[in-house]
Every structure is written in C-alpha cells, then in structure tokens.
C-alpha cells in the first residue's frame, strides 16, 4: 500500500516538473497601425503566452497602447530588426500594413522566426510569392490570421462539405463581409490611413472583406484553386474614400460550382456570415451558430456554434502549437500559407477583373 502511495506521489512529481518546464511561448509584435492590435495586447494572461517586444516607429502611439493596456515601456523598439535581436522572439505577430507584410518577412525569416499576419497575406501575388520564397529558404511558418477562422460554427461546416458531406457536393456558397465603413465605425487614424490607401492595402474593401470569403471558399474546396474570377467594385462614397472602392462583388467559379464573395463598406451593421448550398441541403453560419436544413420535407434546425478546444478557440494559442511542433499545419488550413496564396491569387485576379471589366481565368 505504502509502496503504491509512494509511486503515485513520484509520479505526480515528475508531472509537476514537467508542466513547469514548459515555458511561456515568446511573441514579439511588428507594428501597431493595425486596428485588430488589441487581440494580442489584450488578450487574457493564460500563461502560455509572452509578448517580449513590440516594435514601432511611431514612438507617440507606442507609449499610448502601452499605458492602455498597462505594458511597460521596455519592451518597445523603433524597428522590427532591433526588437529581434534584443527580445529573441519565438515567432513574430504583424500588426502593420498589409503592404508591410513582406519586410516584416523579409527580417524574420533569416532569424529563424516565424510569422503570423494579419488579413490578408499580401497586396500583391507578387509579395505573397515572395513572402513563399522566404519561407521555403528558412523554413519558417508564415499563417495568416482571420477572425472567421475562430468561429465555432466552423465545425458544423467542416462535417457539413469537408468531413462527411451529409448535403452533398458545395453547389454554391454566397459569403458576407463587411461593415459601415472604417470611418463610419470609428477605426483609429492610424488604421485608417492605410486601410484607405491604394498601395498600403491593396485597395479597399475587395481587400479589406473579399479576403474572407476567398479564404473560406479555398478551405471549402479542398485547396483547389478556381477556374475563373469575375468582380464588379463600386465607389458609393467618394467623398469619404476617394482613393478605393467601398463595395466590391466577386465570382469564383469551380468545376462544380461557384462562390460569391460580398465585400462591403456599405451595410447598415457588421456582418460575417456564409450561406452554403449543397445537393441536398443547405447552412447559414455565423460566430453565434448555424441554421442547417438538410432536405426539402424537413424542418431547418439551429445549431449553437460550439465552445473550441484548445488551440483552435485562439489565434496565439494556435501559432504557439504550430511552431512547437503541437499541431499540424495543413495546406488546405485557413491559417495555412498555401491557402492565403490561393486568396491573394484570387483577390489580385478580382482587381484586374474589375479595372478591365472581363472574367480572369486562371491558369491551372
């Protein structure tokens, strides 16, 4: 008896000692223009996660974010390249231009450091090729990060079209993004500024909101890319974006079916929602949940989005696992880089498409 007491206290030692070894994963934050910032400096103190350095040229907005979210001064640097070489972070969180992604890249990946940016990957395909490039050299992992990626009702989705397909094949999926506007919400001047700039985020709201859906059709579609994209963009309010479009509508077709992607700076409230049809049935999801009906003769049911596991509920979580080497990253993951190539591809086919008035195919 003694001797099994005794075995069972060695145990819970050894345990013990190792749950302490395991460190808080160390993060470092390139930039703070980026209105989403407060994810990350605000995020719950779980332990398992430590901000060590955040890099900002703007030395004024740096010490407002640190005294709004109680962080000392210390951990600020004026440059990307200085706050690696002092902090020594894990991987690095861009919280910059979506044009300043590639630099941010370009500093970490001979480092060793693994990125994580915010929507979308690139301006460009030419910097998302390059960013690849990078990647591939140094062996780093380089996610994207999107809100919608964290919805539970993600789940019901994936077992819908992914997993079991109990409504057939995905005929057609219409996926909604979007809000007031930027300024109409009240973005800081710093977001707003190159959220409105042609070069700094690639255009406006086709950018800011297409990326979304062209995320989630290329998770939906097993990492395929389309056949063809077709958009039509808008200037609804020139006065206020006088250098972007505001409203953009893309097309995505596939050989056995096609998405529609509704960006908008124009609706009367925010929305992040998708309506996807199968065969035999459709799902309306959203953060809260999703309305399944699965036959003609039978009612739609509504399903509460359930409660993630743990790292799937968390962005930092989720980067911190990757890296570890505690999850698998897959290709045809939201976060993954070879899906957020797939988006960029189709969002910069969508520009072109819209400038010139004519479908963009894709050559396969």
Not at 138 to 143: A, G, P, Q, R, T
Not at 164 to 188: C, M, N, S
Not at 226 to 239: D, H, N
Request: charged share 25%.
């Amino acid at each position: 008896m003694f001797k099994s007491i005794f075995i069972i206290l060695m145990l819970a030692s050894v345990t013990g000692q190792s749950q302490q070894k395991v460190k808080p994963f160390r993060i470092g934050v390139a930039g703070l223009t980026h209105g989403h910032v407060g994810w990350i400096l605000d995020r719950a103190d779980d332990g398992d996660i430590e901000i060590v350095g955040i890099a900002e040229p703007d030395r004024v907005l740096a010490e407002q974010y640190c005294k709004k979210y109680n962080l000392p001064l210390t951990l600020l640097y004026s440059s990307v390249s200085e706050m690696l070489d002092k902090s020594k972070p894990e991987a690095v969180t861009g919280f910059s231009s979506t044009f300043d992604h590639l630099e941010i890249v370009k500093a970490c990946a001979p480092r060793k450091i693994h990125v994580m940016v915010e929507k979308p990957l690139a301006v460009s395909l030419d910097h998302a090729r390059q960013i690849q490039a990078l990647a591939q050299k140094y062996s780093i992992y380089v996610l994207t990060n999107y809100e919608t990626t964290w919805y539970g009702s993600n789940r019901n989705v994936e077992e819908m079209f992914i997993k079991t397909q109990p409504l057939g094949k995905l005929r057609k999926a219409v996926i909604h993004d979007g809000h007031q506007g930027p300024k109409e919400i009240g973005v800081g001047k710093e977001f707003l500024d190159w959220l409105t700039d042609p070069v700094k985020n690639g255009g406006g709201a086709l950018m800011d909101f297409g990326c979304y859906g062209a995320n989630l059709l290329t998770w939906l579609k097993n990492g395929k890319r389309p056949l063809t994209v077709s958009a039509t963009t808008q200037q609804l309010k020139p006065g206020i974006y006088p250098r972007v479009e505001d409203e953009a509508t893309i097309i995505v077709t596939y050989p056995d079916g096609q998405g529609i992607i509704q960006a908008s700076w124009n609706w009367p409230f925010g929305r992040k929602d998708m309506e996807l049809y199968g065969e035999t049935g459709y799902i309306i999801a959203d953060r809260q949940g999703s309305k399944i009906k699965t036959a003609a003769d039978k009612p739609e049911e509504y399903i509460v989005s359930p409660v993630l596991e743990k790292p799937y509920h968390d962005p930092f979580a989720y980067l911190a696992a990757v890296v570890r080497g505690e999850v698998k990253l897959n290709a045809t993951d939201l976060s993954s880089l070879e899906n957020n190539l797939i988006v960029v591809e189709i969002l910069e086919a969508a520009r072109q498409s819209a400038k010139e008035g004519r479908v963009i195919k894709i050559a396969q």
